[in-house]
């Protein structure tokens, strides 16, 4: 039995020999098996002679020992080895010959070895984030454009600024050019920074009543797949036009916005409340954005190799995101015009560096000795529950343990927990950038 390790690689390689009298008792047996069951012309069942048996049946009783013998003393070598693989060792290159060893080669990865570098008191820099008078003010003016109302305008054609109330009909051009577009009762920002130029320029102008027909092709970057770098030729009916009015900041909008039962009623409150929230939102994004230069660091500071297959399956999952993100704005990824494939092949350098941060998490979790109470997951349960709805905490417990993702979860909660070490234990300078 030998082994042998590519420099820099997570994979291994084994390569055995069953000693032939142990492969010869196993064929034996096996043929005596397949004797018994076996239907061959010119004998009853049972009575053909062993050799034909052999002979007939050559790859299937090879399958059959290779399928005992294999795994039994694959695992006494992976044992005395003490190597765990992390995934399905794959057979190769089988030598089967009557009279011989059986010999073949099993390949399979592993967890890396290295040796943890520093992670106590790492540095980082994370940039300034604002949250003073004039982020209050944007925000007060952000809940003002949201509580908006539309007049409409009479007597006078569409400008600037304007919102036009529209029924569109669009048909696509060029190949793979997608589908037609429909839709009644849609505004249109006149002039605004969303709104593409064809629709500004051709729409500016108009009064309720009036068809306006032109090409527009929507940019490569356009937030929707289904329309980004598309052209169409499109046909406009314009049915109204209407101003935005914004209320007035006074105490009735504090408190018809914020409301009475938050204890705002003046103007002055609701400004304290959103300058409270902007804080607590302020040492959130800080902290999160300190969580991830320290991951970075970690992973920039120590060099290892990592398995493949744990790559793939993270591109994998930064794939699944993709997909649940834009099905989630109403979008059917198959109908998006995208190489998947090309995509998922890009994600490769990130799902390296996502691997190498949970193994050196988990080795750091180990070295601090960092571990999961069932209180704390009896917590996380609970909280799951509560915010999923529908389902006790007792009921969610049940379903994770038959499904065997508890495991999961407690490992997750004891990467938080050691992410969390490390932030309160590295230095954290805020950058403040140069206006």
Not at 172 to 190: F, L, Q, R, S, V
Not at 199 to 216: A, C, H, I, K, Q
Not at 386 to 414: C, F, V, Y
Request: glycine share 6%; net charge negative.
């Amino acid at each position: 039995m030998t082994e042998a390790a590519a420099t820099a690689t997570c994979k291994r390689e084994i390569e055995m020999e069953i000693p032939a009298d142990v492969a010869k008792k196993a064929t034996d047996k096996v043929a005596r098996d397949f004797a018994k069951m076996a239907r061959i012309p010119g004998f009853r069942p049972g009575k053909a002679p062993i050799p034909l048996i052999r002979a007939r049946f050559a790859d299937d009783i090879q399958g059959e020992v290779l399928q005992s013998l294999v795994p039994e003393y694959l695992t006494k070598a992976l044992d005395e080895k003490k190597l765990t693989p992390i995934t399905r060792p794959e057979v190769e290159k089988v030598e089967f010959k009557d009279g011989e060893p059986l010999k073949f080669k099993a390949v399979f990865e592993v967890l890396p070895e290295f040796e943890l570098g520093n992670y106590k008191n790492l540095e980082v820099k994370i940039d300034a984030v604002d949250a003073g008078e004039a982020q209050v003010d944007k925000a007060i003016e952000e809940m003002r454009d949201r509580a908006a109302t539309f007049v409409p305008v009479e007597g006078r054609a569409a400008k600037d600024g304007d919102f036009l109330l529209i029924k569109l009909k669009g048909t696509p051009k060029g190949e793979n050019a997608g589908e037609p577009i429909e839709a009644d009762n849609i505004m249109c920002h006149i002039g605004a920074e969303e709104t593409l130029e064809s629709f500004t320029e051709n729409l500016r102008g108009t009064n309720p009543g009036d068809v306006r027909e032109f090409e527009s092709k929507y940019p490569d970057d356009y937030p929707d797949p289904k329309l980004a770098g598309k052209t169409f030729d499109f046909k406009i009916d314009v049915q109204g036009i209407k101003e935005k009015k914004l209320p007035e900041l006074n105490d009735e909008f504090a408190k018809e916005v914020a409301g009475e039962a938050a204890g705002v009623t003046t103007l002055d409150d609701m400004k304290k409340k959103v300058r409270e929230n902007l804080e607590a939102a302020k040492e959130d994004q800080q902290k999160s954005q300190a969580r991830e230069r320290i991951l970075e660091t970690l992973v920039k500071s120590h060099d290892f190799p990592v398995p493949e297959a744990l790559v793939q399956h993270q591109m994998d999952v930064r794939l699944e995101r993709t997909v649940r993100q834009l099905t989630a704005q109403g979008i059917d990824p198959r109908q998006v015009n995208v190489d998947w494939a090309s995509m998922r092949m890009r994600q490769h350098d990130r799902a390296v560096d996502d691997v190498k941060a949970e193994l050196l998490i988990d080795r750091i979790g180990t070295a601090e000795k960092i571990e999961v109470s069932d209180e704390e997951l009896d917590k996380e349960i609970a909280h799951l529950a509560e915010h999923h709805g529908g389902e006790s905490a007792q009921a969610l417990r049940a379903r994770l343990t038959k499904q065997g993702a508890l495991d999961n979860m407690k490992s997750q909660i004891r990467n938080n927990k050691t992410i969390d070490w490390l932030y309160s234990n590295a230095r954290i300078e805020t950058i403040k950038s140069e206006a």
